[in-house]
């Protein structure tokens, strides 16, 4: 699986944005979907997952209420719609794909990483 992630760019704190991953081929929804993000001088860190069949999503707590992922399988895609960005959103942000269908939040459970997008949000 081969992911490219789009979407980013710059926003005014408040603003919103969406981002785009997607996967080439024919085994996406055999993944549960992930985003991470990874800001300067910080390691990277979880901001959602979601199932393979769009049943269930986890969310980091800094992003509940304002983010929310989906996918459409059919179209080999994920998606992260974020809204009431923060300066403090300011990162790069990854898709990833996990070993199972399975949504976890944990880092070494993903397999194949898009190569980032950058969100900057300006206050």
């Known amino acids: 699986v081969q992911l490219q992630a789009s979407g980013g760019g710059l926003v005014q704190a408040g603003g919103s944005l969406r981002l785009s991953c997607a996967a080439s081929?024919?085994?996406?929804?055999?993944?549960?979907m992930g985003w991470f993000r990874q800001a300067p001088g910080k390691e990277r860190e979880f901001v959602a997952t979601?199932?393979?069949?769009?049943?269930?999503?986890s969310y980091a707590e800094f992003v509940k209420g304002r983010f929310t992922i989906s996918r459409d399988n059919a179209k080999n895609t994920v998606y992260l719609q974020m809204n009431s960005l923060k300066p403090e959103d300011t990162a790069v942000y990854y898709c990833?794909?996990?070993?199972?269908?399975?949504?976890?939040?944990?880092?070494?459970?993903?397999?194949?990483w898009g190569q980032g997008t950058q969100v900057t949000v300006s206050s």
């Open positions: 990833a794909a996990g070993r199972r269908v399975f949504w976890t939040a944990n880092t070494d459970d993903y397999i194949y």
């Open positions: 081929g024919r085994t996406f929804s055999r993944h549960a």
């Open positions: 979601i199932d393979w069949s769009s049943s269930m999503t």
